[in-house]
T-cell receptor, first 113, second 113 residues
Framework: NAGVTQTPKFQVLKTGQSMTLQCAQD?????MYWYRQDPGMGLRLIYY???????DKGEVPNGYNVSRLNKREFSLRLESAAPSQTSVYFC????????????FGDGTRLSIL | GDSVTQMEGPVTLSEEAFLTINCTYTATGYPSLFWYVQYPGEGLQLLLKATKADDKGSNKGFEATYRKETTSFHLEKGSVQVSDSAVYFC????????????WGAGTKLIIKP
């Protein structure tokens, strides 16, 4: 079972470059999420999508855009990367509902020089 | 708004010691509660959950009881192993927040042989 697949696993960018992080899930989940994880700060929600065709801002959306391409795929784009966006990015998905856990990908480790 | 507070880490224990990681929450409604674990270099995975008061979630020797009267969901294990070394996250979700997970900051656990 693939679950949630993120690509790439690692990436190094220069300041000002753009990049799209890809996420796909094969569990027929409605909701998908993008988080960033920084040392000592836990997980912070960037954007989420409650269903195909909808996206909403989370806690830290500035500098990012997202696309819910279809039910399976949810991409995160950095239009002009900044060193402050150096982080580990996680995609997650779930069925909508209060007792439904989120399933996570293995993360993308992004460094911006 | 809703929030989750975890004890700060790192928590360092010897193998076979008893573990408690404290978690308390603030919620406007009646949340579901979760513990997630993140092993080094990996994404988060659900460890256990509880959806109503007095429920006990358990998995891999870990337990946590949903205590509505004290708004707590403390994680416990009777005898830890080196392989339990990881970061542990407490989280909640409820209808009032569109079932988004509200995360604690995470507690790093280090088990020494």
């Amino acid at each position: 079972n693939a679950g949630v697949t993120q690509t790439p696993k690692f990436q190094v960018l220069k300041t000002g470059q753009s990049m799209t992080l890809q996420c796909a899930q094969d569990m027929n989940h409605n909701s998908m999420y993008w988080y960033r994880q920084d040392p000592g700060m836990g997980l912070r929600l960037i954007y989420y999508s409650a269903s195909e065709g909808t996206t909403d801002k989370g806690e830290v959306p500035n500098g990012y855009n997202v696309s819910r391409l279809n039910k399976r795929e949810f991409s995160l784009r950095l239009e002009s990367a900044a060193p402050s966006q150096t982080s580990v990015y996680f995609c997650a998905s779930t069925l909508t509902g209060s007792n439904q856990p989120q399933h996570f990908g293995d993360g993308t480790r992004l460094s911006i020089l | 708004g809703d929030s989750v507070t975890q004890m700060e880490g790192p928590v360092t224990l010897s193998e076979e010691a008893f573990l408690t990681i404290n978690c308390t929450y603030t919620a406007t409604g009646y949340p579901s509660l979760f513990w997630y674990v993140q092993y080094p270099g990996e994404g988060l995975q659900l460890l256990l959950k509880a959806t109503k008061a007095d429920d006990k979630g358990s998995n891999k020797g870990f337990e946590a009881t949903y205590r509505k009267e004290t708004t707590s969901f403390h994680l416990e294990k009777g005898s830890v192993q080196v392989s339990d070394s990881a970061v542990y996250f407490c989280a909640l979700s409820e209808a009032g927040s569109n079932y988004q997970l509200i995360w604690g900051a995470g507690t790093k656990l280090i088990i020494k042989p």
